[in-house]
């Protein structure tokens, strides 16, 4: 559905998105995430017509979204992290002014008015204005803009923000019924909420993309290695004997509880020692309750994925060019989320 190629956006020297490449196809839910500063905003901001890349092409069915900007725009329904709203509106007439901004019938608008309320929880606010409603209802509201003119493709920059634990769970589930007959790119912070609803991921750090994959093949870039848990129906039993034929094996911990004992063994990632394991169990008469390798789970592998990050290009430590900082002050302010904070989109 859409097709990235080489997508850059240079602000000055600075790269704040680097040549990046990928595709999202329909019916998918994919996590867009990345530290304060790597890209993803940006990149984001461009998917949708808000900025103009500096190199590159965004496709939509094969056809640049710069091509007729107005039928994108129709195919496409984007909540930015922050929302702009206008404050003086009440939200029937907030919403209502966005069906006309898009030219949607009246009849169609009614129909749509309808799913929008029931399905962002809107029935209690409705005839509230805006400047009133606190944070998670004005997310509420930024959503039913979004998804009013029902899109093909949703993208959503943290839609989940400033909502109570309740609100989230309800949102979540709109999100993933959505995501079964739409394109979705999904960015949170959130990575409990990544990894209930996506199943694929993405990851820009310093304005490369690092990560292109499942959600379950994420462990994999990790070769290390891995750690066993295990759980018997024995007293002390002695492992000994078994270290001896894999010295490569260390115990983390071990502990008689009652009648069942608990020991976890870090394993190199290469080495599959189950099968030995269960059987040296096995001819000692011991009863396994319980073995598994823990996996990481989505934050620790986004931390390890991006805390060194990928080396900043020399030319991004060149004194930049006179001509240069007039751009850069004008939409630095633009870059990332943390270099935003407070701005209203227009």
Request: glycine share 6%; charged share 25%.
């Amino acid at each position: 559905m859409i097709e990235i190629k080489n997508l850059s956006r240079h602000f000055g020297a600075l790269k704040a998105v680097d040549e990046i490449s990928f595709s999202v196809g329909s019916g998918t839910i994919t996590g867009f995430l990345g530290p304060n500063g790597a890209g993803k905003t940006t990149a984001m901001r461009m998917m949708v017509g808000y900025l103009q890349p500096s190199s590159g092409s965004i496709l939509l069915d094969g056809k640049s979204i710069f091509a007729d900007p107005i039928a994108t725009s129709a195919r496409i329904g984007y909540l930015p992290e922050h929302n702009p709203l206008y404050d003086e509106m009440i939200t029937q007439e907030i919403l209502r002014y966005i069906a006309d901004l898009r030219k949607m019938p009246a009849a169609r608008f009614t129909q749509r008015l309808k799913y929008v309320v029931e399905n962002c929880g809107l029935q209690d606010v409705l005839y509230q204005r805006v400047g009133t409603l606190s944070k998670g209802y004005r997310q509420r509201v930024g959503l039913a803009m979004a998804i009013l003119h029902d899109p093909e493709i949703l993208i959503l920059d943290e839609p989940t923000s400033g909502l109570d634990p309740n609100q989230i769970l309800e949102i979540r589930e709109l999100i993933r019924s959505l995501g079964t007959q739409k394109t979705v790119l999904l960015s949170s912070h959130i990575m409990q909420e990544v990894q209930a609803l996506c199943d694929r991921v993405l990851i820009i750090n310093k304005g490369k993309i690092i990560v292109d994959d499942e959600i379950g093949k994420l462990n994999s870039y990790f070769k290390d290695y891995q750690v066993l848990h295990l759980e018997l129906e024995a007293e002390n039993p002695d492992f000994s004997e078994f270290l001896e034929y894999h010295p490569e094996l260390e115990i983390l911990s071990q502990a008689q509880e009652g009648e069942y004992f608990k020991l976890q063994i870090r394993v190199p990632a290469e080495l599959d020692i189950k099968y030995d394991l269960a059987r040296f169990i096995s001819e000692n008469g011991w009863l396994i309750v319980c073995l598994y390798a823990q996996q990481k789970s989505l934050e620790e592998i986004f931390h390890s994925l991006t805390k060194e990050g990928i080396a900043v290009p020399e030319q991004a430590l060149e004194p930049l060019p006179k001509d240069a900082e007039a751009e850069i002050a004008e939409e630095m302010s633009s870059v990332e989320d943390h270099e935003d904070e407070g701005e209203q989109e227009i």
